[in-house]
């Protein structure tokens, strides 16, 4: 959207009548902008990936309440920016009464399920966007090893398309299954996250790229990767696995983005 710097701090104005938190942020650089100097003025978070109308939304999972954040893209005087305004999920006192208490269960529920991945059960995207992501480029920022290794289930979309879904999600649960166990026994941080199209994440703090690929490729060389098509007959499935390291590149995009460069063209 384009527009000058005095109609954005109107709408910036009009907007923080109605949401808990609108800020307008600088996407290349991770920091919170003032609408009339457009000059820094702290951190922020990282965007999320825009679609093609420049906009995205995600939760935000804080210590003492859970926030829903939209943004969308806008050109200030033709500067490339991004509006980030948050709603704050209402905080209902559990204990005052069962129609307070039947709410918070539910809402602890949605989250959950926000985190995880229904068919494999593993991290979802939007756990990863809306605090892992954030948690990580920290860890980045004071010195830590952080890397990524992507992992693509190659029978995936074949599957899909020749044999059913459910037999599909039957190979991503045993793939799920052998890297969830592969990554418990590293020492260090370690997060699996599925994506899409039969494509996993898993992200390590405290442990190089290339460790982290091994121990990956080796979990998998070693691991029975069988699977069930149907009642009466059953497939194995293959795997190819990538990396990067965040000191490769400096930012979060950029070392996903190297890892997944590096897997297509494996």
């Known amino acids: 959207m384009e527009c000058?710097?005095?109609?954005?701090?109107?709408?910036?104005?009009?907007?923080?009548?109605?949401?808990?938190?609108?800020?307008?942020?600088?996407?290349?650089a991770n920091q919170t902008l003032d609408p009339e100097t457009m000059q820094p003025v702290g951190a922020a978070l990282e965007v999320p990936m825009l679609d093609e109308r420049g906009r995205a939304w995600q939760p935000q999972f804080l210590e003492d309440r859970t926030r829903f954040v939209l943004y969308w893209s806008v050109r200030p005087d033709g500067h490339p920016c991004v509006l980030a305004v948050g709603y704050d999920l209402p905080r209902i006192d559990p204990g005052s009464s069962r129609e307070a208490n039947a709410f918070h269960r539910l809402l602890t529920q949605c989250r959950e399920e926000l985190c995880h991945d229904y068919v494999t059960g593993v991290y979802s995207r939007a756990y990863l966007d809306s605090a892992f992501r954030g948690h990580v480029t920290a860890a980045a920022?004071?010195?830590?090893?952080?890397?990524?290794?992507?992992?693509?289930?190659?029978?995936?979309?074949?599957?899909?398309?020749?044999e059913s879904v459910a037999a599909a999600d039957r190979c991503l649960n045993t793939a799920a299954g052998i890297l969830g166990l592969a990554l418990d026994a590293i020492e260090g941080e370690t997060t699996l996250v599925r994506l899409e199209d039969g494509v996993f994440l898993a992200v390590g703090v405290g442990i190089a790229a290339s460790e982290l690929e091994r121990r990956l490729q080796e979990a998998l060389n070693n691991a029975r990767k069988n699977f069930s098509i149907t009642l009466a007959r059953r497939g194995v499935f293959t795997a190819t696995v990538s990396s990067a390291d965040w000191a490769e590149t400096g930012s979060w995009d950029l070392m996903v983005g190297l890892a997944e460069s590096r897997l297509y063209n494996h």
């Open 4 to 28: 000058t710097r005095a109609q954005l701090t109107a709408q910036i104005a009009a907007l923080r009548q109605i949401f808990d938190d609108v800020k307008l942020v600088d996407p290349s």
């Open 141 to 162: 920022r004071e010195g830590s090893k952080v890397s990524a290794a992507l992992v693509r289930v190659n029978e995936y979309a074949n599957l899909c398309r020749t």
